[in-house]
């Protein structure tokens, strides 16, 4: 079975005016221009989403950073899956750690959520990932096998779960994991997903995000069951975001 095609996913999170669009049209005629061996997403603030998705870059498509589990109702500030899809996007990132720290969201919450994105249509990139001091405890394999066990759907198709891998000490912090330490996380996680999926669990995405930047994609991205990068402030530049992309250039 061949593994499934990479994605590399850029989170825009708090960050980004109308004025920002300018890197999309240029991350566009770069893909245009010199290609892209993997798939390529972004996922810019609310406010951006509509702009965006209304440019109809064909090769940057356009997704969400979260969603709230319900429809409809009175939830003021918050937004539904079915609200983001009739937008034009089909990812919504759930559970990232910045979700999980500031807003307190548990892995029932990130489930229910995934769940919202999955059944309006999108596909629901997870995020999972260990803080240092559960690293340092010796406890990464199964704080991560807890959360990526937790915060799937019951029903969950295969097709529409993507999995994030994103040690949390190495967010913003330049601090990169060993690639064996990756190797090891994303094996103990394919296994999950084979036992959860069966043979589909082969083919679910399992991406790698914290600190990732274009010195270092294509060690990361060789790295086995790494099938890509969510990755942050790296990819608010097109050029910068680009150099990540074509790491995919030289991984056979």
């Known amino acids: 079975m061949t593994t499934p ?25 770069l ?7 993997c798939d390529v997403l972004i996922c810019p603030p609310f406010t951006l989403i509509s702009t965006l ?11 969400a950073q979260d969603c709230h589990m319900n429809v409809s109702g009175a939830h003021t500030g918050d937004v539904s899956a079915q609200m983001i899809k009739e937008l034009g996007c089909d990812y919504i990132i759930v559970g990232h750690s910045e979700r999980r720290a500031d807003h307190g969201e ?19 990139i997870i995020c999972v990932g260990e803080t240092l001091q559960d690293r340092e405890a010796g406890n990464t394999l199964n704080v991560v096998s807890s959360q990526v066990r937790g915060s799937i759907p019951k029903n969950a198709p ?6 994030a891998y994103e040690p949390v000490w190495a967010i913003g912090t330049g601090k990169v994991p060993t690639a064996a330490n990756v190797e090891e996380v994303h ?32 060690e990361l991205m060789s790295v086995p069951n790494v099938n890509g990068a969510l990755v942050g402030g790296a990819s608010l530049k097109a050029e910068d975001f680009y150099g990540i992309i074509s790491a995919y250039d030289k991984i056979g």
């Open 53 to 63: 998705v209304a440019m109809g870059a064909k090769n940057v498509p356009i997704g």
């Open 187 to 218: 094996k103990v996680i394919r296994e999950i997903l084979v036992d959860r999926f069966g043979a589909d669990g082969k083919q679910v995405k399992i991406l790698y995000g914290g600190s990732v930047k274009a010195s270092n994609a294509t």
């Open 106 to 124: 548990s892995n029932d919450i990130v489930k229910a959520k995934a769940a919202a994105a999955q059944e309006a249509g999108t596909t629901a």
């Open 158 to 163: 295969a097709a529409q779960t993507i999995i």
């Open 31 to 37: 893909i245009s221009t010199s290609g892209a061996n």
């Open 5 to 29: 095609r990479a994605l590399v996913a850029g989170n825009w999170k708090m960050n980004g005016l109308k004025a920002s669009s300018s890197e999309i049209t240029h991350l566009n005629d």
